[in-house]
């Protein structure tokens, strides 16, 4: 078993993160004063005062950016601070160094900022009513859904919400910006997406890439939280670093951190859909409606994942799937973890559960008869074929290793015996589609350098999050190149050492920077072979040199062998390059964004789980007392650590479904600012009874080691969490009429729905 | 001792002279006194409100027989002079160098083996809240785990190997390098709790007292009118964590043992004000089941080893989790100035909206509550968005006597339906002399709605706590029938 790479750091309390990091006695204490309006003209201020109170080195308006105001990632519509108007309540308006925290709190005191208030969009609802579209609507089509639905013998309609989600890393964004020579700066940035907090940089400062470098070691957790919004954070640092000359570190609290920065995407969805008696959809038409918030961000890329993953596991083939994304006067929503895909994937299944109360039968039944198929049935609505379909075998393995049907029954049994207290199970696949759905950005660098005393250094793109890849990486470095671990560091990631990376993202990235340090290591055992044959004393091809457990040797003669460590220094005296970049692009992936067709995704990863929960219908109390999960990792690099992916990445998905719930007050003010009110999962939430397996035997074609990317996926088996309590609810009614629920289904909707259906 | 505080740290005396000091004030939070060290940067701030556990340390008291006692508390609520005469350990504390090789604690490797760190960002909380489980408990249960472990969020792994770990660890009965020095440490803390005069501090524009008797702090009390009194200050340190609040004036009870006393009586039990809800919980659990239940769920161990039942009961917020129940056991306060003692029902002690009728020269010295009487039936009940570490959004409890299956005496009393704990004055009339069955019930269920006007917030709309204090009538009426 190897352990994670940081493990004894982090257990000893050594592990460095940005805040932990003490430059020097001069660096300050970076502060940002934000918009109390949710929309608002800027009248004026005054800097003045704040600027002379001692300690303050420097008080920034946009008018002091020495570049563009721009940090808009994709689109340029986001400002880096606000000039006379702002759109959203924690927008940034001015920076603030000091030499420490409360200074900078004094200085913001002495800023009198005068608004005209203007009126906000704050709902969906009234966003679409003033047609606030961020972009042109987009739509992927197949069939003729119009018609079929028409023809279909049974129709269901509905409108699903779906709400926001507060990533709550434990790590508040941070960035310490250090001043170098000349123009030059340097970042230690908690940065998913190095390469672009450079770039944006490089940008304010109107300096060059070349001047800015970027490190990062670890984050505190990121989960798309950090891909994009890190970038305003290593922005206001850096403008501060320029104008005092000193370093300057900004480490959010812990509510504004939760007031600046955007969320999951919240979705109103309105769907309808056809079927036979059997339940098999013949039409599906869906309308997702995402909130962006104020600016674009990635919202588009968002909105397209979930119209990828509007089918989920299922094969229907008319399908209509209409995305809009609008402007609200809220923080610019984000990336998290399934990037829209848990948003499209809670319609349809929120379709098949109702399918099966309508028809009378076991959902599992409708999931069963909807599934892709092998041979046929196996095309998605965009035209891509689903390829190593696991559908059928992990269904038939987890309705068997959970028990389902027999507890099925115990299940009815139970609820025929207790009036207020409810039993529920759902059974829900996930199929998820690997690969940035942009396709340039599946790319990836490394640089493996090889000293003399044998020792390997390996960089490539990739951040570290918790996630585990540079544990991964060790282990692919050390199987690629045959040398044992320790004998190995996986380096921080650095701009300067690995350019222009995509972000860690997209649980892309062991699969892309796990290939290009693969690429690596291929040129430098070919250089390498060549002078292992000359040792060996062989005749024979470079190709038949092996690299294994620290020794050398010819396939055809393994009894003969030398050791690494003393090949490096004779392939160094023999003047071969010890170092190389490597190289990997994902290959044959395209989509067509006008038409809504393509190859988006390299493959798809499978999994399902089955829970059952008990639901007290009177508080709406729930406990999860049993998930059985099944996940298709491929061959695993490291099976304890993807088992953590996906145990942490269900229970993420059990918040965003139960507890956490994100309001506003009426003018756009967050409620739920803090972790007093804002409630993610504690370990008394997890399923009491906890079964996750990964699926063996089932290697993944064309990846590294054949392994499969696990860091989104799992998040959509909580929808088994959320079925099951629709379940729980749905007896009440006695499964003839259907709850009013939405997601989170907190206590409070349970209780709602319960006191309808009663 | 004017000025100077002294506790143990790294095996070593600290002192802190607040005169010399530049940079820490009496009521620098633990926390940041720790991250002003170079040597100390493993405990993390996750939301400086005691919410996640990331600031989580253990500290270690002297205890009768030569032994520590270890308690988990979050140091983002901690304020330095709180820890004077204690011994604080940081997770930096917890492995060991031996022939340059580092030996882990016991949990610190069975976290390393299960996979429990991910991101490492809450570690150095969890592996301290460990530590204090591995010390308190062999071989300990699902639920004691959880109980210990709930006050740390974690967002990476789901908990799942974290709780392996604790399994795992928790076998050796406690012992490690901490048990084999621990005569030396009570040694070390005997001698820096001897002086037993009050601790006065003058910082600037603050004044922070720390008596050891009651005597001392009613004197502080009388002569400080508006110093704000605290104890665990777990609720008080918010309004400089959150707020960025100048406190001025201080009076910290926390060192004062007279407060901490546990007295039976014969009509009824005596909790000191300043005993730890912790402590009380567990004193609670045979004879007052109903409030050991709420207790249970207040908060998290680390905010339950420090927050008192003195604090809970003056803060008086209307979501305060032991109100209710003190309600339905007609507790009484005994209040305390340097020359009187007079007791209060706690009824007439809540005024309203965080307002008590705590005159400013008393001080709140313990809680009495009445013994159980036989006929009597105690419940309580709490709806929250999350079972643990969440405020209720609506909590009800009840005494309930019945004669012959007809409500003879009846208190229902409700937190987080209005300004502060109300009763439901209404339905308890309408229930009292009528028989306790299901139809009654139902005829209450539809007063109780229509005697509140709940609000709207962050935690429920107005419309579900109606319905959910409803609804615990009935969970009431089943769980007796």
């Given amino acids: ?758 | 001792m004017n000025n100077t505080i002294k506790f143990l740290l790294d095996d070593n005396v600290v002192e802190i002279d607040f005169r010399k000091e530049k940079n820490l004030r009496p009521t620098t939070t633990v926390l940041n006194y720790l991250r002003s060290l170079s040597s100390h940067k493993g405990v993390k701030e996750g939301c400086a409100e005691g919410d996640c556990g990331a600031c989580t340390i253990v500290l270690g008291e002297k205890k009768a027989d030569r032994k520590i006692k270890y308690t988990a508390v979050d140091s983002c609520l901690v304020f330095l002079p709180m820890i004077h005469g204690k011994q604080l350990i940081t997770v930096e504390n917890l492995s060991q160098k031996k022939d340059g090789k580092v030996i882990l604690h016991p949990v610190q490797e069975a976290m390393v083996n299960s996979f429990g760190s991910q991101c490492g960002y809450c570690t150095p909380g969890f592996i301290m809240s460990l530590f204090a489980l591995y010390k308190n408990h062999n071989n300990p249960t699902r639920e004691v785990i959880e109980d210990s472990l709930s006050g740390n969020l974690c967002r990476c792994t789901g908990y799942q190997s974290i709780l392996e770990s604790a399994m795992k660890a928790c076998t050796k009965n406690g012992g490690d390098h901490f048990t084999e020095r621990e005569s030396l440490t009570s040694k070390i803390l005997k001698e820096i709790n001897k002086e037993k005069t009050t601790i006065h501090i003058v910082s600037g524009d603050q004044t922070y007292f720390h008596p050891f008797t009651l005597d001392d702090a009613l004197m502080l009390r009388k002569h400080y009118r508006n110093a704000i009194v605290v104890n665990g200050a777990t609720d008080v340190a918010l309004r400089q964590t959150k707020r960025n609040e100048k406190l001025t004036e201080i009076i910290d009870l926390s060192g004062v043992d007279e407060l901490k006393i546990y007295d039976e009586e014969e009509n009824g039990f005596y909790f000191g004000a300043g005993m730890s809800i912790e402590k009380m919980k567990n004193l609670c659990e045979k004879p007052f089941p109903a409030l050991y239940n709420i207790l249970k769920v207040f908060g998290s161990l680390q905010i339950r080893n420090f927050a008192t039942i003195g604090g809970n009961v003056g803060s008086a917020s209307p979501i305060g989790d032991t109100l209710p129940v003190l309600f339905a056991k007609n507790a009484k306060v005994i209040l305390q100035n340097s020359k009187n003692k007079r007791e209060v029902d706690i009824e007439d002690f809540i005024k309203g909206y965080r307002k008590t009728d705590l005159k400013d020269d008393e001080l709140i010295t313990s809680i009495f509550l009445p013994k159980p009487k036989k006929n009597e039936i105690i419940k309580s009940y709490k709806v929250s968005k999350r079972k643990d570490l969440d405020i209720s959004t609506v909590s009800l409890s009840c005494r309930l006597v019945l004669n012959k299956g007809e409500v003879k005496e009846m208190i229902l009393a409700y937190g987080g339906m209005a300004e502060t704990t109300r009763r439901a004055k209404k339905t308890e009339e309408y229930l009292e002399g009528r028989e306790w069955n299901r139809a009654n019930i139902e005829e209450a269920m539809k007063i109780v709605k229509e005697e509140f006007a709940p609000i709207t917030d962050a935690r429920a709309s107005a419309e579900f706590r109606k319905i959910a204090a409803g609804n615990l009538l009935m969970k009431l009426f089943i769980d007796r029938s």
């Fill in chain 1, 1 to 758: 078993m190897l352990l994670h790479e940081s493990a004894i750091k982090q257990v000893t309390g050594e592990a460095v993160f940005v805040n932990d990091m003490d430059i020097s006695s001069e660096m300050l204490t970076g502060h940002v004063v934000y918009s109390k309006y949710a929309h608002a003209k800027i009248l004026g201020y005054d800097l003045k005062q704040a600027k002379a109170l001692s300690g303050v080195y420097a008080v920034l308006s946009y008018k002091d950016i020495p570049g563009e105001n721009q940090v808009g990632p994709v689109a340029k519509d986001e400002l880096c601070l606000a000039e006379d108007v702002v759109t959203n309540i924690g927008q940034a308006i001015i920076l603030i160094a000091a030499k420490d925290k409360n200074t900078a709190l004094e200085a913001e005191k002495l800023i009198d900022i005068k608004y005209e208030v203007l009126e906000p969009i704050l709902e969906i609802e009234k966003a679409i009513e003033k047609n606030t579209l961020i972009a042109p609507v987009r739509k992927i089509e197949r069939g003729n859904v119009e018609k079929e639905l028409n023809k279909s013998k049974h129709k269901i309609s509905g409108v699903l919400e779906t709400g926001a989600q507060e990533h709550w890393y434990l790590e508040t964004q941070s960035c310490l910006c250090i001043p170098g020579e000349d123009r030059n700066i340097k970042a230690y940035s908690s940065t998913q997406h190095p390469s672009e907090t450079q770039a944006i940089i490089a940008e304010v400062l109107g300096i060059k890439s070349n001047e800015v470098e970027v490190e990062v070691r670890r984050l505190g957790g990121a989960f798309g939280g950090k891909e994009t919004q890190a970038n305003h954070i290593a922005a206001w640092s850096a403008l501060l670093c320029n104008a005092t000359g000193k370093p300057v570190k900004i480490h959010l609290f812990r509510d504004d951190d939760q007031i600046i920065t955007g969320k999951r995407h919240r979705f109103l969805s309105k769907y309808e859909a056809g079927f036979d008696d059997e339940g098999k959809i013949i039409s599906y038409s869906v309308e997702l409606n995402a909130d962006a918030g104020s600016a674009t961000d990635l919202s588009m890329a968002i909105l397209e994942r979930a119209m990828l993953h509007a089918d989920n596991a299922y094969y229907i083939p008319n399908m209509k799937v209409i995305g809009k994304a609008y402007r609200t006067n809220l923080p610019s929503n984000t990336a998290f973890r399934g990037f829209g895909g848990p948003q499209g994937i809670a319609v349809i299944e929120t379709v098949i559960d109702k399918i099966a109360r309508y028809l009378g039968k076991d959902s599992v039944e409708i999931r069963e008869k909807n599934f892709y198929k092998k041979e046929n049935d196996n095309i998605t609505h965009y035209g891509e074929k689903v390829e190593n379909n696991r559908l059928q075998v992990i269904y038939e393995k987890i309705l068997k290793s959970s028990e389902y049907r027999k507890r099925r029954l115990e299940i009815n049994q139970f609820n025929s015996e207790n009036e207020f207290e409810k039993r529920g199970i759902a059974l829900t696949p996930v199929k998820f589609g690997i690969s940035f759905t942009t396709a340039f950005l599946n790319q990836a660098g490394a640089l493996v350098n090889i000293y003399k005393d044998g020792s390997v250094l390996v960089n490539h793109g990739g951040t570290e999050m918790g996630q585990g890849l540079y544990t991964k990486i060790l282990r692919i470095a050390s199987l690629e190149l045959g040398v044992s671990e320790e004998k190995i560091i996986v380096n921080a990631t650095n701009t300067s050492k690995i350019p222009n990376t995509s972000a860690t993202a997209a649980s892309s990235g062991s699969d892309i920077n796990g290939m290009a340090v693969k690429n690596a290591i291929d040129i430098l055992k070919d250089r390498l072979a060549s002078v292992a044959l000359e040792l060996l004393g062989s005749k024979s091809q470079k190709e038949n040199i092996i690299f294994e457990n620290d020794f050398v040797f010819d396939k055809n003669k393994p009894g003969k062998k030398i050791l690494f460590k003393e090949l490096i220094p004779a392939a160094y005296l023999k003047q071969v390059s010890l170092s190389s970049t490597g190289f990997y692009k994902t290959p044959d992936i395209w989509f067509d964004r006008e038409k809504g067709v393509g190859n988006p995704f390299h493959y798809f990863a499978f999994g399902m789980a089955v829970t059952e929960v008990l639901v007290d219908t009177l508080t709406g109390y729930h406990k999860i007392l049993r998930t059985d999960i099944l996940h298709d990792t491929g061959d695993s690099i490291n099976d304890e650590i993807d088992i953590g992916q996906v145990v942490g990445g269900f229970v993420q998905g059990v918040g965003w479904c139960t507890t956490e719930e994100i309001k506003w007050d009426a003018k756009g003010n967050l409620l739920t600012h803090s972790p007093d009110t804002y409630k993610i999962p504690t370990i008394q939430d997890i399923p009491a009874d906890f079964r996750v397996e990964l699926l063996k035997g089932y290697p993944n074609p064309n990846t590294i080691r054949n392994s499969k990317a696990v860091g989104e996926p799992p998040f959509m088996l909580a929808f088994s969490v959320w079925l099951a309590i629709k379940d729980a609810i749905s007896v009440v009614g006695n499964h003839k009429s259907e709850p009013e629920f939405s997601l989170p289904a907190t206590n409070e909707v349970i209780v709602l729905a319960v006191e309808k259906i009663r």
